[in-house]
């Protein structure tokens, strides 16, 4: 009975560390997190840090935040074709 009882101890507890690592997310100081709750936006935007979502049902989409630069091919002269 004193077996048992540990065992299914023992698989709960492990199951609940499964659930919180599943829900555990951490999102870069350059980015910010919009978590879509069955595929609709919900709440306000998550800063950078730690945060937690529902596993499963949520999902945690990280946006870049960084500004990206492209090269701009020098032109030879200006004229109105390429302005």
Same mark, same amino acid.
């Given at each position: ?15 609940? @560390?499964?659930? *919180?690592?599943?829900?555990?997310? %951490?999102?870069? $100081?350059?980015?910010?997190?919009? !978590? ?17 979502? @529902?596993?499963? *049902?949520?999902?945690?989409?990280? %946006?870049?935040? $960084?500004?990206?630069?492209?090269? !701009? ?11």
């Amino acid at each position: 009975m004193l077996q048992e009882l540990l065992v299914a101890g023992a698989a709960a507890g492990s199951a609940c @560390v499964v659930y *919180v690592a599943a829900a555990a997310r %951490v999102v870069k $100081q350059y980015e910010r997190g919009v !978590v879509f709750r069955l595929g609709r936006a919900v709440g306000e935007v998550r800063g950078p840090g730690f945060t937690t979502v @529902v596993p499963f *049902v949520d999902k945690l989409r990280k %946006v870049n935040m $960084q500004i990206v630069t492209m090269p !701009v091919p020098a032109q030879e002269g200006i004229t109105r074709d390429n302005v």
